[in-house]
């Protein structure tokens, strides 16, 4: 009898609590992406360093504390949830700001697979009766992810000759063309209809991938695929990513090498919607996508209209008037574009560099909230002047060095430059890398940033 009425009773408590949650918890599910060397990981361990910082007060996103005054709401505490018992990876934010932080300050590694952490924010009511009721708790759960497989979707409405075709096409165009030449002359000594050998298919594999790397590392190029390729993940170099563009057209011969290499196309595709696409991707609520819309403009001509491709393809997929089967049924109700780095843009420069960006990413936003910013999630520079009348620098010290030197970005429009424009005769240059600000190990209070209050306040403004 008296087991009985225990059980009742915690199953009136379970019952209880579960009401309780219904009523006063909101879950919002953000994903967080980003190209290559867009800083991904600095800005998740900025995002939660300074929502950390507002809960206890301190005033480190003033654009988001002005929004919740201006509609009678505050928040009065921000938590960082325990790893439980999650299947993910753990974001560790604690352990990227030691990084940053530590008497050897460096920047964190990439992302090389999926990794999630959650945060509780603890919001007052409003309204005549908001002081009678318990705050509102609104659960924040961040996924990261590496930005080379965001570059897969278009793949999940293509097959394998399309593919191959289009990829073709752009190896034989500058400034691919001038990495490709092993792989194409490989190709040239192929006979697609032969039949399938495994080392003929792994050779393939193994110069295509090790040219889609050559093209990031050496041309700072995005629209790299497929992404698995360059962060293969936990599954690794499995057999079904042993495949490479061929050309051909029509069905290809039974047991042929082309016949082979399209059947692992399809799987590696199928493979991407079911472990991640399908299970996680649908499950947003919000994505940023971050992109180093700078260090593009700054490495030339081909590297940025390559950016500008891979970032208005992924903006397409997100647009439900595109043919995405997938994406027409995404849960995602806003989707911020970001470009990185705005603290290396003088301030007078900043509205140019954010209208360039906006007109790289390009198309509307099919009926979904899209925004399009510029920001730095950490900032590790300091305005500088501009005497005799020279363009305005900012000052950063170089990774590596103690000394604070200029840095000038040189003009930067207000429209992305169209082919043959003068703007593309200046000389290329990549980026200096310059070391993080002195930072608090603890981050108490919060992470020096431009802009991180303004994304945050619009991607959280319906939820707060």
Request: charged share 25%; aromatic share 10%.
């Amino acid at each position: 009898m008296a087991a009985g009425m225990e059980r009742i009773g915690h199953g009136i408590a379970r019952l209880t609590s579960e009401a309780e949650r219904a009523l006063n918890e909101t879950t919002l599910r953000l994903a967080i992406t980003g190209l290559s060397r867009s800083g991904k990981t600095v800005f998740i361990t900025s995002l939660i360093a300074n929502l950390l910082a507002l809960g206890r007060g301190r005033d480190a996103l003033p654009a988001l504390r002005r929004q919740l005054a201006a509609s009678g709401t505050r928040i009065e505490a921000v938590r960082l949830e325990p790893a439980g018992t999650q299947a993910l990876d753990w974001f560790d934010a604690a352990d990227k700001l030691r990084d940053l932080a530590g008497a050897d300050p460096h920047w964190p590694p990439r992302t090389s697979d999926l990794a999630s952490v959650s945060l509780t924010l603890v919001v007052a009511r409003r309204g005549r009766f908001g002081r009678w009721l318990p705050p509102r708790r609104v659960r924040l759960e961040l996924l990261d992810y590496p930005g080379e497989w965001l570059l897969d979707l278009p793949l999940l409405d293509e097959d394998y000759a399309t593919w191959s075709a289009h990829t073709l096409s752009l190896l034989r165009q500058p400034p691919r063309t001038a990495l490709a030449g092993d792989f194409l002359a490989f190709l040239a000594s192929l006979n697609a209809a032969a039949p399938a050998e495994e080392a003929v298919a792994r050779r393939g594999f193994m110069l295509y991938r090790d040219l889609l790397a050559a093209l990031r590392e050496r041309l700072g190029l995005r629209w790299l695929q497929p992404g698995r390729f360059l962060v293969p993940g936990p599954k690794g170099e499995s057999p079904m990513m042993w495949f490479f563009p061929l050309e051909g057209s029509g069905a290809p011969a039974p047991s042929s090498l082309r016949e082979l290499l399209a059947r692992r196309f399809e799987a590696y595709r199928d493979d991407m919607r079911r472990s991640y696409f399908d299970p996680w991707f649908a499950r947003f609520d919000r994505q940023v996508v971050l992109v180093d819309a700078l260090g593009a403009l700054c490495a030339g001509e081909g590297a940025f209209e390559d950016a500008r491709q891979a970032v208005a393809q992924i903006a397409r997929a997100y647009d439900v008037r595109s043919r995405s089967r997938w994406f027409r049924f995404s849960t995602l109700k806003r989707v911020a574009f970001v470009a990185t780095k705005a603290d290396y843009v003088p301030e007078a420069q900043r509205p140019a560099f954010e209208s360039l960006f906006r007109g790289m990413v390009g198309g509307g936003d099919g009926g979904r909230a899209v925004n399009h910013l510029a920001l730095s999630a950490l900032r590790c520079t300091e305005e500088g002047g501009s005497p005799g009348g020279e363009a305005p620098v900012v000052f950063g010290v170089p990774l590596g060095e103690m000394r604070r030197r200029p840095f000038r970005p040189g003009h930067i429009p207000a429209t992305p430059p169209s082919s043959g424009d003068p703007f593309w005769q200046r000389p290329y240059f990549a980026l200096p890398v310059f070391r993080p600000p002195v930072v608090d190990p603890e981050g108490r209070e919060g992470l020096p940033n431009l802009g991180m209050d303004r994304l945050l306040a619009w991607l959280l403004e319906d939820a707060l």
